[in-house]
């Protein structure tokens, strides 16, 4: 879709300064931009020599950095005016009421207006679709589920039965929601499992990446709150809350009935014990390790297993690269202390 | 399927006390309880208000616990008989022979009695799939596989050709058996892949969580013993024997030609190097990291990378959180024993 | 495929002892040889009884080691030829041109010869497939796609639209190339999604695990260079690049723009921050962390979290397991240079 820069800096909420009949097609990379590319330059990058590099048509730049002759839209928070530019030049899609004849949709679904059913997606028994949603090939979605506006399923994901979704949830190929936790009991012969029948509750605006599994609670609910992003390869388990624009990196797991509050921010491959709570705003650095019950306060950062607050983890990780000077001095202090006791015997003995 | 409340004492061996005619449909957490609901209060926790809390038809309470005047299953060990009683209430679905039009099963397939086939299944040739057998939409079952009697597949999981399944298994959406190990040797211009043409065997009554991938052997035979409970994306590598009833928690990886023995219980997030051995019955804190070649004893503790038995790990992590006092004091005594050092030279040279 | 040993030996360059007209099919371990089977000894290993355990048609063996007496093919890097026989024993697959009716190939893909397409297959419009593919049951191919020659998708692998492979790719089942990458900024109020449009490139001959996600670049590439090989659960961010060569052991994450050059050597767990860049023939332990923006030198072996060069984190490591004997030497100098201490005081007075 292509605006003209006028419009588009309009859209944005922007001054331009140049040519704002120009049509903008696209967003791109530097590398890559043509002439109807806008581009980007952050307000923490050195000015670039733009008219030598860039081929693109506009730049969306912070006025200290306004490259002069350049077609340029004027932003103060250039990232994130360059992403929601992208959002204008190519909008999310939208479903238009496409269903492959391969699809096996129960007649017992109830399947809203302009819903796209991609080849081989399956619908159980009961399930609703509400109206806009993409499915694509071979989703799965089980007995009783309800998707809600807008949302878009991508190759292969799997809802089990009684799975919630509400709007504009975007699942990407491989995630499987609704999956049975993971408890059992031993009798002391046998692994007993423990019910596996609560929830999950998806809300609205989440986005979650390829190949992530997210349990149902086991009594009780699993629920990602509203606006939540999730990456790849990431496990949520049984009775999990996450709250409100929690970001969450790939392979990081999440142990059976932990919490974590609004707006946290959780790097990649983070473990969590179960029972955890980590309060709202809090960030937690890649590979921490937090522990079963821990409470990991809000707004401040947190790195290392088992985690702590990143000052005391930086301090701490320095001083193991000191050890061998540790292990030095205290050995010469060893040797000094000897020799004074030497000195100080032969004193006494003097005196 | 619904219960009387003796009847459902009866078949846990427990007393109760009440009304036993009452009749319990469903285990609900306390939340979500109603008058058909049965709950449960663990030992360990402090007795509560269960009048003003509960709506719940039966309590599943030990003794000590016992609230008056509500209808209870008594048990030493009510989490254990809860799960027991779930099972129960809710017995494990049992395939019925249906066979949806869309999949595809090789004539040369041999399928038992009462086997569900779900939409776009695919069997391959010379598979067998033995009686009571549910398999989800869009299993994937290679040429030659054997799956036992009462096996459960959730949707798109994938077994690769020749894979052999016992009685009772239970493979979540996602899962990957079989697929070619990692092995190659670099020959100084290309890495040349070392065969993976071995089998893979999961036992009886195994359960593993939605996209865990187990390879094949590379040559031998990878093994998963009966019992044993695989949480989400756990890694099995090639050749590697898991014992009965060992449990692994989501997102553990275990290196090629590893041996975990019997009962071990396995945290989240573990790494094992290749050729390692745990012993049967040791307890593997999450996050851990067992060396190549390491043999970790029975019967204990173990945590941090590399593994440590655990009052050791929590000890030296005690000691590294005070590392900063330990630089403090070893600089407190630099000071004093130059100090010591300049008096006594004083006193010698005094003398 | 049967070969003679003599036939095995002259197309592996190799020397053979023994009867060179026996027939060999296979390669097997030593304790399912047979007397068409090929086995091989490690230099490494001790010489073992080979008369007594093995039914082994031939042995793939050093000079050194060689067993008097059995028909042996002699090399001096066994378990790399004994590979190369592997694949002369199974050669690769290829595909025959079949394809099966369930498969939904859009009229706008282009396929090339002897390309196999398997049960539930679907290829997008405008996607191209070049000659001998084997496309298993279950592989979805997104719109623009390009495929070359020989590739092998096994079930369920989904490609987002425009991914490109090159030639020979294996791609496990369950991979998912192309998904977004994870990017979002926060406006205050919601995490706005950056957008995620770039391109992703596999080359010729890489090898790619279970489950295994790979997102395309945000702008820009993703790009994984031709032999290199990756195993299962394994996340790849968006613009990641990998070199030639490169071995990537399972469930490592590998963020936003890190590039890891040719033939580096990494082992599973391993977490790369963004904008890190691993020069070409490292080596980097199984758990390890690598910082955003760190710069791994090449040629040498590296551990921890953050990385070290291996020889100083095993002294790290092994300081850090004698963290109590240092804590006891100062409290146990603290004691002494008190009494020092006391005595010197003493002396003085007395002098």
């Not at 909420?13 to 530097?30: K, L, M, N, Q, Y």
């Not at 939208?94 to 096996?104: D, F, L, N, W």
């Not at 302009?114 to 806009?132: E, L, T």
Request: hydrophobic letters at 40%; one cysteine or more.
């Amino acid at each position: 879709m292509e605006y003209t820069i006028s419009l588009l800096a309009s859209a944005l909420g922007c001054p331009f300064t140049g040519d704002g009949s120009r049509a903008i097609a696209r967003v791109s990379s530097w590398q890559d931009a043509d002439e109807k590319s806008l581009v980007f330059l952050e307000k923490s990058e050195r000015p670039v020599d733009v008219s030598a590099t860039a081929r693109a048509g506009c730049i969306l730049v912070p006025q200290v950095l306004l490259p002069p002759g350049r077609d340029s839209i004027i932003s103060e928070t250039p990232k994130l005016d360059f992403a929601r530019a992208a959002a204008l030049l190519a909008p999310r899609p939208q479903g238009k009421g496409a269903r492959h004849p391969s699809a096996i949709v129960s007649p017992g679904a109830r399947i809203g207006e302009k819903v796209d059913i991609g080849p081989q997606v399956v619908i159980g028994d009961g399930a609703r679709i509400d109206s806009g949603c993409i499915l694509h090939a071979g989703a799965i979605i089980g007995e009783g589920c309800v998707i809600g506006h807008g949302c878009i399923l991508y190759p292969r994901t799997v809802l089990y039965p009684g799975a919630v979704l509400g709007d504009r949830v975007i699942l990407h190929a491989g995630v499987v929601i609704g999956g049975d936790g993971f408890g059992y009991i031993f009798d002391g012969r046998t692994q007993v499992k423990f019910p596996q029948a609560g929830r999950i509750i998806i809300e609205d605006d989440v986005e979650i990446g390829c190949n992530t599994t997210v349990d149902r609670g086991s009594l009780g609910t699993t629920r990602i709150a509203a606006g939540a992003k999730i990456d790849n390869l990431v496990q949520v388990a049984h009775n999990v809350e996450i709250g409100r624009g929690v970001v969450i990196a790939a392979q990081t797991g999440i142990s059976g009935s932990t919490v974590i509050e609004e707006f946290a921010v959780i790097g990649g491959q983070v473990g969590f014990g179960d029972h955890a709570r980590v309060q709202a705003g809090a960030v937690i650095g890649s590979k921490a390790g937090i522990l079963p019950g821990k409470i990991v306060r809000g707004g401040e950062v947190y790195w290392g297993v088992p985690v702590r607050p990143l000052r005391e983890y930086k301090r701490l990780n320095a001083l193991f690269g000191r050890l061998p000077e540790m292990k030095q001095e205290l050995d010469r202090l060893k040797a000094i202390t000897a020799s004074l006791q030497d000195t100080i015997d032969k004193l006494e003995r003097r005196g």
